[in-house]
C-alpha cells in the first residue's frame, strides 16, 4: 500500500518535476548572470587599457589643434598652458640647490639613459600593459617615464607628450621628463615649445643633456 | 496480480530471518557481539547504530539462530518496570513466582544464587528509552556479574550514556552499526529478489538506481527496504492499471517512491 493515492501521488511527482525545473531555470539564469557580469567587467578593463593610452592624446591634439589652427600667435598661448603645468610642479620644487646634484650624479653615468631604452625595447607592447597597470597602482615617476619613452621609441609623439608631462607632475626635478617632452613635441613639429620648455626647465636646473638638446633644437 | 506485487512483500521491514544479508558492518558488529558475549568477561555491551542499520535484527538473529551462546532473555522493549524485570529474570531459572512475593532486594540475591559469571546474556532492544534507575539497576546486576548486558540503542543516546561517570569507570564494549554502501545495497537487492525466482525483476535494477537509493536512504537499511518496497508497489500499480508512463523502473517511479515515502518533500 502506498501512503498516497496513486493519481495523487503522480501530482505530486508532476509538482516536483516543476520545482527541480523552476530551480535549475534559476541555477541556469545565475550562471548566466555571472557570465554577463564577467563578461561586463572584462569590458570595462577593456575599455580602460584604451581609454589610458588615448587621453594623452585628446590633451595632447587639443594643443596641436590650436598650434594648427592659430599660426604664430597661438604657440605662445599653447606655451603658456604647458608652463601652467610645468609651473605648477616648479612649485613644489623649491629644493632648487640641490637638483644641480642629483642631476649631476644622472648624466656622467650615461649608461643609465642607455637602460631605460633597452628595458622597453625587451618590454614590448605586453610591457606597456604591465607598465600602465603598474602606474595606475604605483602612480610612479619611474613608470611614467618609461612609458613616455616607450611611445618616444615608438613614435607616437603626442602620446610621448602626455607621459612626459605626467612624469614631470610626479618629479619635475627630473630632466628626462623635459627631454622627452622637448624631442617629441620637436618630431611633432614645435620646436619651438620644445625650446620654451627646456629653457624654462634650464632655468631652475642643470642638465647637461637638456642643455645639448636645446642648443641642438 | 503481477511479479511485483509478489516481490514488494520480500521487502517489508520485520525480522524475519531469511532476509539476512551479509554486510560488511552486520557481520563485524555480528562477530564482535558473539565474542564478546563467548568471554563472558564484559559486564555490559552497548550495540549503538542508527534506527534502521539492523540493531534489531542482530540481537533477534543472535537469540535464534546463533547456539554457542546463551541468551536468558530478550526483552525487545524496556517497558518494564523494576521488579516486574527481576521476576522476569527470576522466572527464567525455573521458577514460579508471584508478583510482588519479593522484594528487589530478595530477588536480587535469588537471581544470583541461580545465575552469576556472566554466563547469561540478557538482550535489551530500544535501550534508550530505558530511565535513569533502570539503567542503574542493570549496572548493578552486571556489577554483580548475574548478567551480562546488551542495550542496543540509538548511537547518539549510547554515546550519552557512556560518558556518564558511573559507565567510564567500568568496563563496557561499544559495538557499532553503520549504514550499507550502495554496492552492498545492489548486491542485498538482487540476492533478495534473486533467492526469490524474481531474476527479471532484479535486472531492472542498474547502478544509477541502485545510487538512487543509496543516495536517498543515506545506507540506512530499513529506509532501504522502504524504498525498494514503495517502489515495486508503483510498479504493480501502474502495471495493473495501465499507467504506461509509470510502469518502469527508472529515475521517474524511484522518485515517486521517494516521496510517498517521505524522502522527498514536495512541499
Given at each position: 500500500m502506498l501512503n498516497n493515492n496513486f493519481s495523487k501521488l503522480i501530482k505530486l511527482y508532476e509538482k516536483y518535476q516543476k520545482k527541480q525545473r523552476m530551480k535549475m531555470l534559476v541555477k541556469l539564469l545565475g550562471i548566466l548572470l555571472l557570465l554577463a557580469a564577467a563578461y561586463l567587467i572584462y569590458l570595462q578593463r577593456q575599455t580602460a587599457q584604451n581609454t589610458q593610452a588615448p587621453t594623452p592624446q585628446t590633451n595632447t591634439t587639443a594643443v596641436s589643434k590650436t598650434d594648427d589652427t592659430t599660426i604664430k600667435p597661438q604657440p605662445e598661448q599653447k606655451e603658456e598652458q604647458t608652463q601652467v603645468t610645468?609651473?605648477?610642479?616648479?612649485?613644489?620644487?623649491?629644493?632648487?640647490?640641490?637638483?644641480?646634484?642629483?642631476?649631476?650624479?644622472?648624466?656622467?653615468s650615461e649608461n643609465k639613459k642607455e637602460e631605460a631604452p633597452m628595458q622597453l625595447q625587451m618590454t614590448q607592447r605586453e610591457g606597456l600593459y604591465k607598465m600602465l597597470v603598474d602606474y595606475k597602482d604605483n602612480k610612479s615617476y619611474v613608470t611614467a617615464i618609461k612609458i613616455a619613452q616607450f611611445y618616444l621609441l615608438q613614435k607616437e609623439y603626442e602620446k610621448a607628450v602626455k607621459w612626459a608631462v605626467e612624469a614631470s607632475k610626479k618629479d619635475p626635478s627630473q630632466a628626462q621628463s623635459w627631454i622627452i617632452y622637448a624631442k617629441a613635441k620637436k618630431a611633432l613639429g614645435k620646436p619651438e615649445v620644445a625650446k620654451r620648455a627646456l629653457s624654462i626647465y634650464l632655468k631652475h636646473n642643470h642638465s647637461k643633456e637638456a642643455k645639448a638638446l636645446l642648443d641642438s633644437l | 496480480m503481477n511479479q511485483f506485487a509478489e516481490a514488494k512483500k520480500l521487502f517489508y521491514d520485520d525480522f524475519d530471518l531469511s532476509g539476512y544479508f551479509d554486510s560488511l558492518t552486520f557481520e563485524y558488529a555480528k562477530k564482535q557481539l558473539i565474542d564478546v558475549?563467548?568471554?563472558?568477561?564484559?559486564?555490559?555491551?552497548?550495540?549503538?547504530?542508527?534506527?534502521?542499520?539492523?540493531?534489531?535484527?542482530?540481537?533477534?538473529y543472535i537469540n535464534q539462530k546463533v547456539s554457542s551462546v546463551k541468551v536468558a532473555k530478550y526483552f525487545t522493549h524496556p517497558y518494564f518496570d523494576e521488579k516486574e524485570f527481576l521476576e522476569t529474570l527470576l522466572?527464567?531459572?525455573g521458577k514460579n513466582i508471584e508478583h510482588n512475593e519479593y522484594s528487589t532486594e530478595q530477588l536480587i540475591s535469588r537471581l544470583q544464587r541461580a545465575f552469576g559469571d556472566l554466563e547469561y546474556t540478557v538482550f535489551i532492544d530500544e535501550a534508550q528509552l530505558l530511565t535513569e534507575d533502570q539503567v542503574e539497576l542493570i549496572r548493578i546486576l552486571s556489577d554483580q556479574k548475574i548478567f551480562q548486558f546488551v542495550l542496543a540503542m540509538h548511537k547518539q543516546e549510547g554515546n550519552?550514556?557512556?560518558s556518564k561517570d558511573h559507565f567510564k569507570s567500568r568496563t563496557t564494549k561499544k559495538i557499532e552499526l553503520e549504514g550499507l554502501t550502495d554496492k552492498e545495497i545492489g548486491r542485498y537487492i538482487e540476492s533478495r529478489l534473486l533467492a526469490n525466482n524474481f531474476s527479471d525483476i532484479a535486472s531492472m535494477f542498474k547502478r544509477s538506481?541502485?545510487?538512487?537509493?543509496?543516495d536517498y536512504s543515506n545506507g540506512n537499511f530499513r529506509t532501504t527496504k522502504k524504498l525498494v518496497k514503495t517502489v515495486l508497489e508503483i510498479l504493480n500499480i501502474a502495471n495493473r492499471e495501465g499507467y504506461k508512463k509509470y510502469s518502469k523502473l527508472n529515475n521517474t517511479t524511484l522518485t515517486m517512491a521517494a516521496i510517498d515515502t517521505g524522502l522527498i518533500d514536495v512541499k
Open positions: 610645468f609651473q605648477k610642479t616648479k612649485v613644489a620644487t623649491p629644493k632648487e640647490e640641490n637638483m644641480p646634484s642629483q642631476l649631476q650624479k644622472r648624466t656622467p | 558475549m563467548k568471554t563472558h568477561e564484559v559486564p555490559l555491551v552497548f550495540l549503538l547504530g542508527s534506527p534502521g542499520t539492523g540493531k534489531s535484527f542482530l540481537l533477534n522466572s527464567l531459572a550519552y550514556i557512556l538506481h541502485v545510487k538512487f537509493i543509496k
